[in-house]
Structure formats: structure tokens, C-alpha cells
């Protein structure tokens, strides 16, 4: 299945390892600022959206939405929400975790919105990946030195998780205490992680 690639304009430094996550047949959105990473990604966008504030608007024939300024998405919740619109269930953000701080956690909180749609999505920036687990068992491979679950989202229950150096079995986790933080897989292990109510955050850190 064709996959969306939202790329907004928080910095890259390692467009190496961001090439990686990346596809010849992605649909590319590009968001505002996030055409400075047009050349470094090696990649054409298939749409370009942004009000323009951050970056001038580029003179050229792919398809462009001018945003207003004042409303209530930022550009890159806006790409998203157009992705949708335009059909896609898969999403890959990247470039959307930066020094603003408040501009990162309304990115991330974008991977919630789309779970509840029952849409895949990852988040990548130049040290980790991100993605929303619940009912559905996920796996975390041994070339992750780290992984962490945070609770961003209510209180998660039910919690189990195998073949790491600290299990939990029917767990729970709520926003106010964060202990799942650093966890690592045992070498030559996959761990497995399920979240029978709620959801958590995965951070794999590359």
C-alpha cells in the first residue's frame, strides 16, 4: 500500500539514517519550512502545503496550498489531515521533532490521532522512531540499543513485556509516573510488547 510522507521543518542532521525509512513510490507532503530538506532527502514532493511564514513559497508547478496564518492547525497537522483526506492510511512523519518543544509534543500527539483511526504511523527523527501500541503485540529488534514506553494518554493497563532486561507482566502505566524509560532487548531476543488497555508511546532508539 502507497504510504504518506509528511515532512515538516523541524532540523535533520542525520539524513542518512532518515533516507532509510523512506520508499520511490511515498507520496511526498512537504509542510512550510520542511522544503529545506527537499535536496538532502533526495526525494520531489507530490504536494506542497504551508502558510509560508518560515520558508518564501517556491516558484513551481507542483501542486501548492497557501494556509492563512491564523488557524487552528499548524502546517503539519494540516499535510496530515490532507493525506487523509486524499486517501492514505499509512503515514511516515519526519522532520516534526525539534527545539520547540510545543511543536514536538503536538506532532507526536498526531501518532494518537492517528491510531484512533486505525491508521499506521510512524514518527522518525535523527535518534529514534515512535509509533502508538495497544491491543496489537509489537516487536522491537536487538539492533535497538534502547526502547522506552511513555504514557501519553490516560492510564495504559495490562501491560506485558518479554524478552527485554525489564519485563512487565499486566502492568500499569499512567502520565505521572514514567517508569518504562531506557529499557533494552536482550541480545539475540526480539521483545515483545502489548498494552491491553490504553496506549503507550514506543521510542526505538537507534
Known amino acids: 500500500m502507497k504510504r504518506c510522507v509528511v515532512v515538516s521543518g523541524a532540523d535533520i542532521q542525520k539524513y542518512d539514517d532518515i533516507r532509510k525509512y523512506l520508499r520511490n513510490d511515498d507520496y511526498f507532503i512537504f509542510c512550510d519550512s520542511g522544503l529545506k530538506h527537499l535536496d538532502r532527502l533526495n526525494v520531489s514532493p507530490d504536494l506542497i502545503i504551508g502558510d509560508f511564514d518560515s520558508y518564501e513559497r ?6 501548492t496550498i497557501v494556509l492563512p496564518r491564523e488557524k487552528d492547525d499548524t502546517d503539519s497537522v494540516f499535510g496530515v489531515k490532507e493525506g487523509i483526506r486524499r486517501g492514505f492510511s499509512d503515514f511516515v512523519l519526519i522532520g516534526m521533532v525539534g527545539q ?9 500527539s498526531i501518532l494518537l490521532k492517528l491510531h484512533s483511526m486505525g491508521f499506521n504511523a510512524l514518527l522518525a527523527d535523527d535518534y529514534s522512531e515512535m509509533q502508538v501500541v495497544s491491543d496489537k503485540t509489537v516487536y522491537v529488534e536487538d539492533r535497538y540499543p534502547y526502547f522506552s514506553l511513555l504514557n501519553i494518554s490516560g492510564t495504559a493497563k495490562g501491560i506485558y513485556i518479554r524478552n527485554a532486561k525489564y519485563c512487565l507482566e499486566n502492568a500499569e502505566i499512567g502520565c505521572e509516573y514514567q517508569y518504562g524509560i531506557s529499557n533494552e532487548v536482550i541480545p539475540g531476543k526480539t521483545a515483545e510488547i502489548t498494552v491491553n488497555e490504553g496506549r503507550l508511546l514506543l521510542v526505538k532508539v537507534r
Open 100 to 108: 520547540r518543544f510545543d511543536h514536538t509534543m503536538g506532532n507526536v
Open 58 to 63: 517556491p516558484e513551481t508547478s507542483v501542486e
